[in-house]
T-cell receptor, first 115, second 114 residues
Framework: GAVVSQHPSRVICKSGTSVKIECRSL??????MFWYRQFPKQSLMLMAT?????????EQGVEKDKFLINHASLTLSTLTVTSAHPEDSSFYIC???????????FGSGTRLTVV | SQQGEEDPQALSIQEGENATMNCSYK?????LQWYRQNSGRGLVHLIL?????REKHSGRLRVTLDTSKKSSSLLITASRAADTASYFC??????????????FGKGTKLSVIP
């Protein structure tokens, strides 16, 4: 079945630095990739939708300049958290649409801790 | 994006018992999906039910959908300790931008006691 590989799985960074998270579709082409954020004991909140060859669409309240999304190819989408602050510490997950029967395929998530 | 409500927020049962989780949503949907998440991990797709379906089975899972009430339920029969996880419903629906996206419920944390 469809697999989305996400890395790193965990990252600790200093406040003010930038962190890049990658999601790759391994055996299929993903023209669209969704990026979610999940705070502890909460649900997933959609941050943005990346589209290959065009600009990402951001949800209301998500800062475009802080969360840079690039969909460089049909198999790679990246999320860069720029000038990270402790409040950006969260679990970030990407997903790609599946078929009409299989739902969406999710990456394994990235636990970001900003110290 | 609007999130649905799920109840209960937490459920603790003995191994072998059935677990029922409910989900309500607000928008018109293309389909509704249920996902499982083990602590600190990604999501695993469990089952998808389309808006024109009312019930679906997959192994020990049974999902119902009532579009008139905008609600769904997930039943796990003969639960096992390995079923311990958080379960989320998610509605696949048209966004304001005209594309499909998933909106998640708040989730139910299921604990199955051996």
């Amino acid at each position: 079945g469809a697999v989305v590989s996400q890395h790193p799985s965990r990252v600790i960074c200093k406040s003010g630095t930038s962190v890049k998270i990658e999601c790759r579709s391994l055996d299929f082409q993903a023209t669209t990739m969704f990026w979610y954020r999940q705070f502890p004991k909460q649900s997933l909140m959609l941050m943005a939708t990346s589209n290959e060859g065009s600009k990402a669409t951001y949800e209301q309240g998500v800062e475009k300049d802080k969360f840079l999304i690039n969909h460089a190819s049909l198999t790679l989408s990246t999320l860069t958290v720029t000038s990270a602050h402790p409040e950006d510490s969260s679990f970030y997950i990407c997903s790609a649409p599946g078929t009409a029967f299989n739902g969406y395929t999710f990456g394994s998530g990235t636990r970001l801790t900003v110290v | 994006s609007q999130q649905g409500e799920e109840d209960p927020q937490a459920l603790s049962i003995q191994e072998g018992e059935n677990a029922t989780m409910n989900c309500s949503y607000k928008t018109s949907i293309n389909n509704l999906q249920w996902y499982r998440q083990n602590s600190g991990r990604g999501l695993v797709h469990l089952i998808l039910i389309r808006s024109n379906e009312r019930e679906k089975h997959s192994g020990r899972l049974r999902v119902t959908l009532d579009t008139s009430k905008k609600s769904s339920s997930l039943l796990i029969t003969a639960s096992r300790a390995a079923d311990t996880a958080s379960y989320f419903c998610a509605t696949d629906h048209l966004s304001g931008a005209g594309s499909y996206q998933l909106t998640f419920g708040k989730g139910t944390k299921l604990s199955v006691i051996p």
